[in-house]
C-alpha cells in the first residue's frame, strides 16, 4: 500500500520558517516526479514547488526564492524548506507523487497518482 506521509506543519509568525517532509513507502519502483501542493478551504489546490528524480526544481511565481523543494532519493522523502513566511501562506499542504513507471511531469493535481493526508500551516501576521 502507498502512503506518503507529510510532517512539520505548525504555526509561525509572518517571516519565520517552516520545514516540511514527506516520507514516501510502498512504491515498487520508487518516485518520479514529487511535489508540493497548498490549498484553502473554498479553493481550488495549487501546485507549490515540484522535482523530478534527477533533481530539477520548479516553483510557482508566489513562492520562488522564498521555498526549496528538495528530494532524498534513497530515502525516497520530500522536502520544503520555507522561509519568509507570508500570512497569504497558510493553508493546507499536501505531498504529492507520481510513479516512476509513470513518468513525465507532477506540475497540476490531474497529473498526481498518489497524495498524503496534508499538513496544515498557519502564517499569523
Known amino acids: 500500500q502507498v502512503e506518503l506521509v507529510e510532517t512539520g506543519g505548525g504555526s509561525v509568525q509572518a517571516g519565520g520558517s517552516l520545514r516540511l517532509s514527506c516520507a514516501a513507502s510502498?512504491?515498487?519502483?520508487?518516485?518520479?516526479?514529487m511535489g508540493w501542493f497548498r490549498q484553502v478551504s473554498g479553493k481550488e489546490r495549487e501546485a507549490v514547488a515540484r522535482i523530478y528524480a534527477r533533481g530539477s526544481p520548479y516553483y510557482a511565481d508566489s513562492v520562488k526564492g522564498r521555498f526549496t523543494i528538495s528530494r532524498d532519493n534513497a530515502k525516497d522523502t520530500l522536502y520544503l524548506q520555507m522561509t519568509s513566511l507570508k500570512p497569504e501562506d497558510t493553508a493546507m499542504y499536501y505531498c504529492a507523487a507520481r510513479r516512476a513507471s509513470s513518468g513525465g511531469t507532477c506540475a497540476n493535481a490531474v497529473d498526481i497518482d498518489f497524495w498524503g493526508k496534508g499538513t496544515l500551516v498557519t502564517i499569523s501576521s
Open positions: 510502498g512504491l515498487d519502483y520508487g518516485t518520479g516526479c
